[in-house]
């Protein structure tokens, strides 16, 4: 394992902007994040008992995190151990604060869902980007793949199948 430099810091000279990155400042840009947390902040525990909660905002980027990139409440906790991209977007500094666990991860989405916020919130990303010019419509993102397969030459009664004798395309899609 190689030590870390300046280089892993703020002082890269030789960097490029990653997809993540470039998406995430996007996103910072886009969502209306005051407003989103007006929405949850009556339903968001104060603090007046035990110790005091994650800020709402930074709960409600992780939970964002969650939906873009189809992330367990445990795999969004490593996600953003191992990420810088996100932790900056999240707004963890880690040689100064741990990322919030899994568990608090989950009780903050369980709070959402039981006060059915999920909703709420999607309304409230519509009409900002609405009001911004942009119109938002439901869709479904495929990513198709054609994959050459090869024939078979035999079949149960091992003769050739005549349906087989020429190469086959397959689609493999997912959506997204």
């Known amino acids: 394992m190689r030590q870390l430099t300046l280089a892993t810091g703020t002082f890269e000279t030789h960097r490029k902007p990653t997809r993540r990155e470039k998406f995430l400042a996007d996103r910072e840009k886009v ?25 709402l905002e930074r709960m409600l980027r992780i939970y964002f995190l969650q939906q873009w990139f189809n992330l367990s409440d445990p795999g969004a906790e490593e996600a953003l151990y191992d990420s810088q991209a996100m932790c900056a977007f999240v707004g963890i500094d880690l040689g100064r604060e741990p990322v919030p666990d899994e568990t608090t991860i989950l009780k903050f ?9 999920g909703k709420k919130l999607f309304r409230e990303v519509h009409r900002h980007l609405e009001s911004q010019g942009v119109k938002v419509t439901q ?38």
């Open 139 to 176: 869709g479904t993102i495929v990513d198709a793949t054609v994959i050459n397969a090869p024939s078979s030459t035999k079949n149960k009664a091992g003769k050739r199948d005549p349906g087989m004798l020429r190469p086959r395309r397959v689609i493999s899609g997912t959506s997204a």
């Open 109 to 117: 989405r369980h709070l959402l869902e039981r006060h059915h916020l």
């Open 31 to 55: 969502v209306p994040w005051q407003d989103l947390c007006a929405v949850i902040a009556p339903y968001y525990p104060k603090g007046e008992n035990g110790r005091p909660p994650v800020g």
